[in-house]
């Protein structure tokens, strides 16, 4: 793969593929700006070289065409702003509005195309769509790390129009924080999976069984563990069919030696709300008409312990429901431990995109973790061992 570094952008128009799919509330205000932020030294080294760049990306799921809600142009101002340079809009990301700044755009200048996914051949692949937009610029620059598992036009199928193509500072540090986790971790390694749903995480919780030595299992996920082996669950999340699987892997962890560690206690509720009534009860033992939203302090305790012993660290998954604040302690208990281990330990911690990536920054630890990887689901389908097709589009 050609590197950012090694290729002199001096006189040439860059079509950088980025993942500024973040979220926006209903004033149309970006509520973490991460993905944005992280993508600010590909732009600048581009600039720096003499180079112009021209940004494309998707927001959202737009079912129907161009929609408000889903617009680009409501990134452009806080784009501006951190990037301190004005940047263009072009109200298309191909025809003429796209052809027209596009070719006039001089060295320095930052353009950003409206969202690809207004056309859904991006999201199809179509070739005729991705050379289109692949007339736009001299070089290709992939660094939607958060969109590479996807095959769409703008991510892979690119790439065979261009002869340059060059990998950007975001891709290239997701692929080397996630190898330097799974390939030349120091032991002991912990895995701390969360989040609400075992099919999400299985296929990466198998790998990891090979490379951890403790495996710990908190948030929505765990209540299936937890009836499945004859505790009491009350109103709580379960996904009755993948009890038989849990077992399954809990001898599988048995059998290789693994640590696999689950909750001893919970915050229970008796609504799915922060204003509920709260109880703390022994895990398994959740009445009929309450449901788990937290682990309990016992079990924070126990998780921190292990985290705070580790010299690698893989945090993927909240231990509750963190946005409601009444429920958020476990889960900032985990973010607080995971912090001490990388400063007082000089352990490697990387964070999981998603919810966890949002709740390690809404606490203002993300500074303060190893690495906070900007993608959810592409960063588990990577450590799962799949090839992402915006990592194989650079290689080809
Ligand atoms: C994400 O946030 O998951 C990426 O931007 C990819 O978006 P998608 O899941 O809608 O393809
Ligand atoms: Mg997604």
Same mark, same amino acid.
């Given at each position: 793969?050609?590197?950012?570094?090694?290729?002199?952008?001096?006189?040439?128009?860059?079509?950088?593929?980025?993942?500024?799919?973040?979220?926006? $509330?209903?004033?149309?205000?970006?509520?973490?700006?991460?993905?944005?932020?992280?993508?600010?030294?590909?732009?600048? !080294? &581009?600039?720096?070289?003499?180079?112009?760049?021209? @940004?494309?990306? +998707?927001?959202?799921?737009?079912?129907?065409?161009?929609?408000?809600?889903?617009?680009?142009?409501?990134?452009?101002?806080? *784009?501006?702003?951190?990037?301190?340079?004005?940047?263009?809009?072009? %109200?298309?990301?191909?025809?003429?509005?796209?052809?027209?700044?596009?070719?006039?755009?001089?060295?320095?200048?930052?353009?950003?195309?409206?969202?690809?996914?207004?056309?859904?051949?991006?999201?199809?692949?179509?070739?005729?769509?991705?050379?289109? *937009?692949?007339?736009?610029?001299?070089?290709?620059?992939?660094?939607?790390?958060?969109?590479?598992?996807?095959? +769409?036009?703008?991510?892979?199928? =690119?790439?065979?129009?261009?002869?340059?193509?060059?990998?950007?500072?975001?891709?290239?540090?997701?692929?080397?924080?996630?190898?330097?986790?799974?390939? +030349?971790?120091?032991?002991?390694?912990?895995? =701390?999976?969360?989040?609400?749903?075992?099919? %999400?995480?299985?296929?990466?919780?198998?790998?990891?069984?090979? !490379?951890?030595? $403790?495996? =710990?299992?908190?948030?929505?996920?765990?209540?299936?563990?937890?009836?499945?082996?004859?505790?009491?669950?009350?109103?709580? @999340?379960?996904?009755?069919?993948?009890?038989?699987?849990?077992?399954?892997?809990?001898?599988?962890?048995?059998?290789?030696?693994?640590?696999? /560690? *689950?909750?001893?206690?919970?915050? &229970?509720?008796?609504?799915?709300?922060?204003?509920?009534?709260?109880?703390?009860?022994?895990?398994?033992?959740?009445?009929?008409?309450?449901?788990?939203?937290?682990?309990?302090?016992?079990?924070?305790? &126990?998780?921190?312990?292990? =985290?705070?012993?580790?010299?690698? /660290?893989?945090?993927?998954?909240?231990?509750?429901?963190?946005?409601?604040?009444?429920?958020?302690?476990?889960?900032?208990?985990?973010?607080?431990?995971?912090?001490?281990?990388?400063?007082?330990?000089?352990?490697?911690?990387?964070?999981?995109?998603? %919810?966890?990536?949002?709740?390690?920054?809404?606490?203002?630890?993300?500074?303060?973790?190893?690495?906070?990887?900007?993608?959810?689901?592409?960063?588990?389908?990577?450590?799962?061992?799949?090839?992402?097709?915006?990592?194989?589009?650079?290689?080809?």
């Amino acid at each position: 793969m050609t590197t950012l570094d090694s290729y002199d952008f001096s006189g040439k128009k860059a079509l950088v593929r980025v993942d500024f799919n973040v979220p926006l $509330n209903e004033k149309f205000e970006i509520t973490d700006d991460t993905r944005i932020r992280a993508t600010i030294p590909t732009i600048s !080294k &581009i600039l720096n070289d003499g180079g112009s760049v021209i @940004l494309m990306s +998707h927001l959202g799921r737009p079912k129907d065409g161009p929609t408000e809600k889903y617009s680009l142009k409501h990134l452009v101002n806080p *784009l501006s702003l951190i990037l301190g340079k004005t940047v263009k809009f072009a %109200d298309d990301c191909i025809g003429a509005s796209a052809t027209e700044l596009a070719s006039a755009l001089q060295p320095g200048e930052v353009l950003l195309l409206e969202n690809l996914r207004f056309y859904k051949e991006e999201e199809k692949g179509d070739e005729a769509f991705a050379e289109k *937009l692949s007339k736009l610029g001299d070089v290709w620059v992939m660094d939607a790390f958060g969109t590479a598992h996807r095959a +769409h036009a703008s991510t892979a199928v =690119i790439g065979k129009f261009f002869s340059d193509k060059v990998c950007g500072y975001v891709m290239q540090a997701e692929l080397d924080n996630a190898e330097r986790l799974l390939e +030349h971790s120091e032991r002991p390694f912990t895995a =701390i999976m969360g989040g609400a749903k075992i099919s %999400d995480k299985i296929l990466i919780i198998e790998r990891l069984l090979d !490379k951890v030595d $403790n495996l =710990i299992i908190g948030g929505g996920m765990s209540y299936t563990f937890s009836k499945a082996q004859g505790g009491s669950i009350g109103k709580s @999340l379960l996904e009755a069919d993948k009890q038989d699987l849990t077992l399954e892997l809990i001898e599988k962890a048995k059998a290789k030696g693994i640590n696999l /560690v *689950l909750p001893v206690d919970t915050v &229970i509720a008796d609504k799915f709300s922060n204003d509920a009534e709260r109880k703390v009860v022994p895990a398994g033992q959740i009445p009929d008409e309450w449901e788990g939203l937290d682990i309990g302090p016992e079990t924070a305790k &126990i998780f921190s312990d292990i =985290i705070k012993n580790s010299k690698t /660290v893989l945090w993927n998954g909240p231990m509750g429901v963190f946005e409601f604040p009444n429920f958020a302690q476990g889960t900032n208990a985990i973010a607080e431990a995971v912090v001490a281990v990388t400063e007082e330990n000089d352990a490697f911690s990387l964070i999981g995109g998603g %919810d966890s990536a949002s709740a390690i920054n809404n606490a203002g630890y993300g500074d303060r973790v190893s690495y906070v990887s900007t993608g959810g689901g592409a960063l588990l389908e990577y450590m799962e061992g799949k090839v992402l097709p915006g990592v194989a589009a650079l290689q080809a």
